[in-house]
DNA sequence: CCAGACGTTGTT
DNA sequence: GTCTGG
DNA sequence: CCAGACGTTGTT
DNA sequence: GTCTGG
């Protein structure tokens, strides 16, 4: 699962990587970025190119009444995600990139659950694969939210949490975004665990646990946790 | 036909 | 909107 | 994902 | 226990 990540590169940063082109939105480094909160994304422009806008997170489904705790799906399950009527119409025609530098995962445990930080050992910024929605209100308000696709864990996750975040490689981006016209399969085989010797993880502070919580010290090794 | 759902996770 | 269950 | 709330009335 | 808010 993934309820919890962060994002510490600037716009101007990912835009470059990402190859995201036109006017580009303000958002803050953020350590502790949280369901509900305008975020970044990657998607298709009309026109042939990609664009980076901000949208919440929490998948709206456009027939949903309102913006809706219930209807507010974080995650979607990459084994069913074309199936699925709350993501179907997204996963054909609204894929997106989410761009992040890390997430956090809780590993249950006697005492509380603790949270560890799960990076690429390479340190860079990656995408997860999301699915974006359009939700316009009776009263006319609009909203776009996202949701990132989550998988089984890999052997570097799976000792603290079962499933984890489909992260792309970088040369996937674009059959992700349908750029290539790959049929569905070929869609779907991207939503994979990313191989365990991609990434690092080391225990962090419980003061991840609180969305209130967003200083970079959350990135932070907890250093009585490491390893003997 | 209409009504109701439409999602994920873990339960140490 | 679209599918499943009754 | 976790934290924190979880209620009613009448009031300008 | 269960729901909402971030």
């Not at 990912?14 to 006017?23: H, N, T, V």
Request: hydrophobic share 40%; glycine share 8%.
């Amino acid at each position: 699962m993934c309820g919890r990540y962060a994002l510490t590169s600037p716009p101007e940063a990912l835009a470059k990587l990402f190859a995201a082109i036109g006017a580009l939105p303000n958002f803050p480094r953020r350590y502790n970025a949280a369901p509900s909160q305008a975020l970044p994304i990657v998607r298709r422009t009309p026109r042939p190119g990609r664009e980076l806008a901000l949208a919440r997170w929490g998948l709206i489904p456009s027939w949903s009444k309102g913006p809706d705790s219930r209807f507010s799906m974080i995650n979607a399950r990459a084994e069913t995600v074309a199936e699925k009527p709350a993501y179907r119409g997204a996963f054909r025609h609204r894929p997106c990139l989410v761009p992040a530098n890390g997430f956090f995962e809780w590993q249950a445990a006697k005492g509380g659950k603790q949270p560890y930080y799960f990076s690429l050992k390479s340190g860079e910024p990656f995408a997860f694969a999301g699915l974006w929605e359009h939700w316009i209100g009776a009263g006319g308000d609009e909203i776009e939210s996202f949701t990132i696709i989550v998988t089984d864990a890999n052997d570097c996750v799976a000792p603290v949490h079962q499933r984890m975040p489909v992260i792309l490689h970088m040369q996937d981006h674009a059959r992700w975004l349908g750029e290539d016209d790959a049929p569905t399969r070929e869609r779907l085989a991207l939503l994979r665990p990313l191989p365990a010797d991609e990434m690092q993880c080391w225990p962090v502070s419980k003061k991840v646990n609180s969305p209130a919580n967003d200083s970079p010290d959350l990135l932070e090794a907890e250093a009585d946790l490491l390893g003997p």
